[in-house]
């Protein structure tokens, strides 16, 4: 990996975080084609609400499978322990496939889609098709992660903006193929996100192959399945509590003033900031694969481009870009839009802290303290719990205003333990030192 040995500048850490940025980015656009497509069918509401269901629970269990582009680039150093990850990824990942064919093929499937996801009745057998054909995904979304842990090892970056750029294209030339030809069901949007994955699969397996063949060594560390579990587990655990998160907050906001409202505006809000921050879902990395490089220059790249999604969010909601762009590009009257905005600008704590929550945890991963992040969480969502709740009861009127007050107060306190976890190990590492010389 001589990618590494080369002197750090600002240009290299922009080469080798932008495209990684860019790349999360645009991976959103895949369900804007998908929703896009799914719109344009006869019944439309029906089409949509069976894909939604079935891509749900598609999310839930795919996390699991998702962690192991990040469990690839801090552990994997060599051919062989490429080896001993990939044969470790079967477990979960044949788990995953068991579970997936229970939900689609038996009525298991049907108890869940209709008592968890309040599906109807009506909707089982279309539910249960889509998602045979997402399980297909989850096993290339499997590959991927891993080849691409090897790519992002290797600081080819690029190549993650190039393979979704490709991914995009193709996907809309499908779409546009189900809408000439009339052929818009479930199963559509299923095989449109089938493909766009396959296409970007095949792209990282050939890029990462041949850094493993040209640029890795056959053997220098001896992994284990052990090791690659102690850090796996936590953080799969890490990445399910992330997801619960939001529909905890649901649940609460259903006890507001106005519970339309209150929910719609937390949901408009809370996809605009995830869509400012998705530029920074890799801030981890820069610790992974350029820390022990230049620890200085990688803190001041970091301190720079933290603040750009709070700046975003403080253009909107204190000028009048924010009422345009509510109402022009998210589609929103008036009330909506106001209310919104509200709720935005309690959001921007969020935006100050999470670039920093996720390069600390970037610190706790390079270091394999993985169990420490998972701690980190299980504070962030009692946070969550306690807050809303409180919130809901003394202030209903406040709306979907609770919900963004809780997730930032959340998101808060887990900075404030992953700043208390680094320090400890910090101190511990100064004492070690101290105690050698």
Known sequence: MNAKNSPLSYKKLSGFFIPLGLSASLTSITHVIINGTLSR????????????????????????????????SALVKDVQSFKVLSLFMVIPMVVIIIFSLLMAFSSLGDWV????????????????????????????SGIRGLYQGVIINNLET????????????????????????????????????????????VISVWKGQGILRFSYPKQKTNLKNGEIATFYLPLVF????????????????????????????????????????????????????????????????????SLLPTLALILLCYTPVGMWFMGEVMGADEEL??????????????????????????????????????????????????????LVTFFPSWNGVNGSIAASLGELTALIIVITIVAKMRTGKKDRLHGTT
């Open 41 to 72: 069918g006869e019944n439309a509401a029906f089409i949509i609400a069976c894909y939604a269901v079935a891509f749900a629970l598609f999310g839930i269990i795919e996390r699991p499978i998702i962690v192991f582009r990040q469990t690839c």
């Open 113 to 140: 889609y209709i008592h968890l996801f309040n599906a109807d009745g009506n909707m089982v057998d279309t539910i249960s098709d889509t998602f045979a054909i997402l399980l297909f995904v989850i096993i290339f």
């Open 158 to 201: 690029k190549w993650l903006t190039i393979m979704v750029v490709i991914r995009l294209v193709i996907m809309f030339l499908v779409a546009y193929g189900f809408v000439y030809f009339d052929y818009i069901t479930s199963l559509s949007g299923a095989i449109l996100f089938l493909g766009g994955m396959l296409i970007e699969c």
């Open 238 to 305: 890490y990445f399910v509590l992330q997801t619960v998160m939001v529909p905890i907050i649901y649940v609460f906001l259903a006890k507001s003033q106005n519970i339309e409202m209150g929910i719609a505006s937390f949901a408009l809000a809370f996809s605009i900031t995830q869509m400012l921050l998705s530029f920074f879902m890799y801030t981890h990395q820069l610790v992974l694969q350029l820390y022990e490089v230049n620890r200085q220059k990688v803190i001041r790249f970091i301190i720079f481009i």
């Open 337 to 390: 839009a106001t209310t919104t905005i509200m709720v935005l600008k309690f959001f921007i704590i969020k935006t100050l802290v999470f670039p920093w929550v996720d390069f600390l945890n970037g610190y706790l991963m390079l270091y394999r303290k993985t169990k420490r992040m998972a701690a980190a969480q299980i504070v962030n969502l009692i946070t969550v719990i306690l807050t809303a709740s409180l």
